[in-house]
């Protein structure tokens, strides 16, 4: 088995069909792009095995690779499964700090990287100590450099693909730090197999599907099942700055029918369509995670699909996916599910995708060794979320630690903790009430962050709310911060009178009856990866310091 005798396969079955496009803009919004062939990108991946063998990169190492996308980004990372390397995948977006930190944690042996990154080496040198192979995307400038430019010239040289076990591993993928250090998630060749065979069934993709994916990841899955895969023109990293008529572009441009991302992006499609009156008719499937999307972007896009919808597969680095739903699903019927979601019910993420288990167990800080010490709970109770099945990444690169607090032994299997907080109801559908670490034990009670910030996103002005910790007269509250749709509110009197409203608001449900402290901030900080996931420990911060009005 290797993750790479899909392409191989591609390239036999399909041998002249695009597998990736890469956009050249030209002016106004429109452009030219380049492709490669499945055929193509099988040959050229053949050869840049040849050449990074030959360059010093061997069966087994750990591979950084920081390549922007681009056509050689597929060939690169297909050569390297087909070599038996591990190539290692971080966001270059989660921060200094962390990236340096991931970089010197995963020990790679060499690095393939833009030009910039290999300036950037230099600088922190402690960080990149363990790599003895340095290659360029850019021109060779250094000795002891070398360039992918130049290993790409013809003829290109053949290559035979390393077979490998089901559980040997195949990748490296970065975590991104939101709740904690980043952390090197081992990613197999039967998990990469699995999640494919998966993604494939539960969206019912063929080769006659077009992706576009605002995810680089997501594209290594849909070319591996014989779609055309075509790079939008954006930064991946900052899904929150990208153009949406340069998205809108490329979706026409190629007849996008999957299109997938953070909700950031889709957000900004979505108000871009509906301010030009513009649907897009070929996209069947807008995939949205990292993030709980707002029942508002559901309608949206049920206003700009006439033959598509949206979709929330749920999940981690750790286990993907675990759960999915549609947009109709959620906005279907008079007693809706996204009208649960609105009373503080949790939100609805779909049944469990198919050979995954799910339970919910009791919420717990300390490390549960095996499933006996857990408890499980019934139907409507809320608690850990806890999977178990073939996607499910079995540990973390070296930090034993972490894979003990991660995971739970059950005979010869394990389950995996989620992190999150949920509840499964009678029909077996997951509902998402939040983090763990976002909960507030009180006294009496535990708020949940989704369940109370549901209520306060009722009201017409708040845009979004988030549910903090408060220390206060020596004692742990629970209070709400808000982000409201229109500009600063600059007067005293404006706030109050909203204030006064979001608390007659929260009268009306029990888990939000005797919350009483109320801030307001300009624009929440979020996360690095999706720039969607609200930092709550950063605003919970500033609210016990007084830095919010």
């Known amino acids: ?142 000795p002891g450099l070398h360039s992918v430019k130049k290993m790409k010239q013809k003829p290109w040289l053949e290559f035979q693909t390393k077979e490998k076990s089901p559980d040997d591993m195949a990748a490296i993928l970065f975590t991104s730090g939101g709740t904690g250090r980043p952390k090197g998630v081992v990613y197999t060749h039967k998990i990469f197999n699995k999640q494919t065979d998966v993604l494939q069934e539960i969206f019912g993709l063929t080769d006659q599907d077009i992706d576009l994916p605002g995810f680089p990841l997501f594209s290594f899955f849909t070319m591996s099942m014989g779609m055309t895969s075509c790079i939008p023109d954006m930064n991946p990293s900052k899904p929150a700055t990208c153009d949406p008529q340069a998205l809108v572009a490329n979706i026409k441009d190629n007849k996008a029918t999957f299109v997938a991302g953070s909700p950031a992006i889709w957000e900004r499609v979505a108000d871009y369509c509906l301010k030009q009156k513009l649907t897009l008719d070929t996209v069947k499937y807008v995939v949205m995670f990292g993030a709980p999307v707002r029942n508002e972007l559901h309608e949206s896009f049920a206003k700009i699909l006439p033959n598509g919808s949206t979709y929330t597969p749920y999940g981690a680095t750790e286990s993907l996916p675990v759960a999915n739903i549609s947009g109709r699903e959620i906005l279907a019927g008079d007693d809706s599910l996204a009208n649960n979601s609105r009373k503080g019910m949790g939100t609805c993420i779909g049944l469990a995708t198919p050979g995954l288990e799910v339970k919910i167990i009791k919420a717990h800080d300390n490390i549960i060794e095996t499933i006996d010490q857990a408890t499980i709970l019934a139907a409507n109770e809320v608690g850990e979320i806890i999977v178990k099945g073939d996607v499910v990444t079995p540990r973390y690169l070296d930090l034993p630690d972490k894979t003990a607090e991660a995971k739970i ?141």
């Open 409 to 549: 032994k059950d005979g010869e299997g394990f389950w995996h903790r989620m992190g999150d907080l949920g509840r499964l109801d009678e029909q077996g559908r997951l509902w998402f009430y939040g983090r763990k670490v976002h909960r507030i034990e009180l006294e009496q009670e535990t708020k949940y962050s989704v369940a109370c910030e549901a209520i306060y996103n009722n009201h017409q002005q708040v845009r979004r709310s988030a549910l903090v910790k408060l220390e206060k007269n020596h004692k742990t509250q629970a209070a709400i911060v808000i982000e409201t749709k229109s500009a600063s509110l600059s007067k005293e009197a404006q706030r109050k009178k909203i204030i006064q409203e979001l608390k007659e608001l929260g009268s009306l449900y029990p888990h939000t009856k005797n919350i009483e402290d109320f801030f307001f901030s300009d624009a929440f900080p979020v996360d690095i990866r999706h720039n969607i996931k609200i930092d709550r420990k950063k605003l919970s911060e500033m609210a016990s310091r007084g830095d919010l009005r």
């Open 1 to 142: 088995m290797n993750i790479a005798n899909r392409i191989e396969q591609q390239a036999k079955i399909r041998p002249t069909q695009d597998a990736v496009r890469f956009p050249i803009k030209d002016r106004n919004y429109t452009y030219l792009y380049e492709k490669l062939s499945f055929e193509d990108l099988n040959k050229l991946s053949m050869h840049y095995a040849v050449k990074l063998t030959q360059q010093g990169i061997k069966e087994g190492d750990k591979v950084l690779l920081f390549v922007r996308p681009s056509l050689d980004f597929p060939a690169l990372t297909f050569a390297l499964f087909k070599m038996g390397a591990i190539p290692i995948l971080i966001d270059p977006g989660m921060g200094k700090k962390n990236l340096l930190k991931a970089i010197e944690s995963a020990k790679p042996d060499a690095l393939i990287a833009e030009p910039e990154v290999h300036f950037i080496r230099l600088i922190y040198r402690k960080a990149f100590k363990s790599i003895r192979v340095f290659i360029t995307t850019g021109p060779k400038l250094w």
